[in-house]
């Protein structure tokens, strides 16, 4: 289709779902991963991943795997064991492994003389590699530079971050802090519960918690019709989970200064289980260290042998001047989290969080950059109808209606639903499909009002028979 050729940087889930799409539409490319096989950070054994020995999917298998090929298990709830055989398996089926040339670290990608894009590459034999490309596919991953914080004092004990933790013997007779409690710091701290000598929580603000399962199934393949209006959805959920789960406050946890799902909430409560056996503490924010002994804001005080930083990570996409990604605040800002606004050549693949995008949301990234890349070779007006409306017209509202934190790691977070019908709809429109009728829109969405209307009455009732009282 284009005899153009281009770099695909990371074979994750979506370096594999940039070079399966790329494929499929004949677009010529050469991958490179740093790591020894396929799978990025799923592959434990990838001296960078941060992968740990409990770490399971967090959302389910049937909501998170590629469309094209289903996972073989049957487990709803899979280990990265299972996860990375899925991504060699899936790499194998379509011949994609062939297409990389692994422990092969990128140094640099710049503009070379001819605007196009200069690829510097070092091999495990330590020669360097030049090559030219028209263009570049970052999908190196969103999670490999960890956030690590400051704070006054000095900690005379083991500091370690969230990407640094194995397994749970590192806990063996410690009293250990966990700073932070997004998912891993939960999935961390339930380990060290059955290996340390004390584990507290730091946490400075308050979360919403979801149970893997609701009515018996997944939680999360509930509700896969058409999307509830957000403040609908906002008020169902709470309640629902609230009946299931309870008041997270009643454990320790501060009261949540925002609306559930204005920040990604834990799928895990078995922490939950274990505050209210006493096996572990919430406190308070870090006011200062000192020795061993760690002081919070209220007041109190404790000694830790060991702290783990459960503080996220950054973004990081270091062979690569910042400004050719249009570099704003914490992340690039960028179309779509795909597109440059200047179309240099570069194209980002993954850096987008959602809940329940999962690895076909992805892929159906890769599609739209293999559909515009096609367009550009094959219908130049088309492609360039596509780059005025970026540049000259406001750009796509991709929150669902919910009103993020302003935090660095929400910068580049979206709602699943708003982002899928988006780019597969900018997809459509490059290859040239007709849009879908209005009238079909409007009858969907008198669909979704009447269902929400019918959602809202269940869980009024589910509500009251748990003795809770519905609460926006």
């Known amino acids: 289709m284009t005899t153009k050729r281009y770099a695909i940087i990371g074979a994750g889930p979506s370096g594999l779902a940039a070079a399966r799409a790329f494929q ?11 790591a020894a096989g396929v799978g990025g950070l799923w592959d434990i054994d990838n001296p960078r991943s941060t992968m740990y020995e409990s ?41 994609l492994t062939e297409r990389y040339l692994f422990n092969t670290r990128v140094l640099d990608v710049h503009h070379d003389m001819d605007y196009r894009w200069a690829v510097t590459v070092q091999g495990a034999d330590g020669r360097q590699v030049t090559q030219h490309y028209d263009g570049v596919i970052l999908a190196n991953g969103t999670l490999a530079e960890p956030n690590i914080p400051t704070f006054p004092g000095t900690f005379d004990g083991e500091i370690i971050h969230s990407s640094q933790y194995k397994r749970a013997s590192q806990f063996d007779g410690k009293r250990v802090l966990v700073i932070g409690a997004g998912n891993s710091g939960c999935d961390i701290a339930v380990d060290a519960v059955h290996h340390a000598d004390a584990i507290d929580m730091s946490v400075r ?25 957000a403040p609908i959805k906002q008020l169902v959920d709470k309640n629902l989970l609230q009946a299931f789960t309870g008041d997270p406050v009643r454990f320790g946890f501060p009261q949540p200064d925002y609306k559930i799902y204005e920040s990604h909430p834990i799928v895990n409560t078995l922490i939950l289980n274990h505050l209210g056996q006493g096996d572990l503490q919430i406190r308070p924010d870090i006011e200062r260290f000192d020795g061993h002994t760690v002081h919070f804001v209220d007041g109190s005080a404790s000694d830790y042998d060991l702290i783990l930083l459960a503080t996220g990570y950054k973004l990081d996409y270091p062979f690569v001047d910042r400004a050719d990604l249009n ?6 800002d960028l179309y779509l989290n795909i597109f440059t606004p200047s179309f240099n050549g570069l194209y980002v693949m993954g850096m987008v969080e959602a809940s329940g995008l999962g690895w076909q949301g992805r892929y159906e ?40 934190l302003g935090l660095e790691r929400m910068s580049y977070y979206v709602n699943k639903d708003a982002y899928r019908s988006t780019v597969r709809a900018t997809t459509e429109a490059l290859r040239g499909d007709a849009p879908a009728s209005t009238s079909s829109t409007a009858n969907k969405l ?9 959602v809202v009455g269940l869980v009024t009732i589910i509500a009251k028979a748990a003795g809770k009282k519905v609460s926006a």
């Open 365 to 404: 990234q890769a599609e739209l950059i293999a559909q515009y890349l096609a367009a550009d070779a094959t219908d130049p007006a088309r492609a360039a109808a596509f780059r005025d409306r970026v540049l000259n017209q406001p750009w796509p509202d991709l929150t669902g209606g919910y009103k993020y």
């Open 205 to 229: 603000r308050g979360y919403y918690f979801v149970p893997r399962y609701l009515f018996g199934r997944p939680t999360d393949t509930l509700n896969q019709g058409k999307p509830l209006p």
């Open 55 to 95: 770490a399971h999917l967090i959302s389910s298998r049937t909501t998170t795997q590629f469309d094209e090929m289903p996972m073989k298990s049957g487990i709803d709830y899979p280990s990265h064991r299972e996860l990375i055989g899925y991504f060699r398996d899936y790499a194998d089926r379509f011949n």
């Open 24 to 34: 499929k539409a004949g677009i010529d490319f050469d991958g490179f991963e740093a």
């Open 446 to 454: 008198a669909l979704g009002a009447a269902a929400a209307v019918a």
């Open 327 to 332: 570099w704003q605040g914490a992340a690039p």
